[in-house]
């Protein structure tokens, strides 16, 4: 079994930075991919980022390409979401899932454990 806890969301004004981070126990942190999810009020579950089991492999939605960076250290078994040049329309619960396998996904059928989410909120 996995357990995934974010921390690190808040509220920030437009352009401003934040970054979330996810720690992970259970099943060894190497063996899958990772990702970051995001649900604004009134809206579906949206793809944010992914990595593989390595971090040799990303993928971002187009709407955060260029402003958000994921990434993920195996030896404290923590995944990141560094988010810059924040938006209003970024404001969100953001959750950190784990992939069933080890290579990146934009599905949320391809993960089986959640987060809690953390709040982000920018304002105009």
């Excluded at 969301?9 to 352009?15: E, F, I, Y």
Aim: aromatic fraction near 12%.
């Amino acid at each position: 079994q996995v357990r995934l806890v974010e921390s690190g969301g808040g509220w920030v004004q437009t352009g401003g930075s934040l970054r979330l981070s996810c720690a992970a126990s259970g099943r060894p942190f190497s063996s899958y991919a990772m990702g970051w999810f995001r649900q604004a009020p009134g809206k579906e579950l949206d793809f944010v980022a992914t990595i593989n089991w390595i971090g040799s492999i990303i993928d971002y939605a187009d709407s955060v390409k260029g402003r958000f960076t994921i990434s993920r250290n195996n030896a404290n078994n923590t995944l990141y979401l560094q988010m810059d040049s924040l938006k209003p329309e970024d404001t969100a619960v953001y959750y950190c899932a784990a992939a069933a396998a080890r290579y990146i996904s934009r599905s949320t059928s391809d993960y089986n454990r959640w987060g809690q989410g953390t709040q982000v909120t920018v304002s105009s």
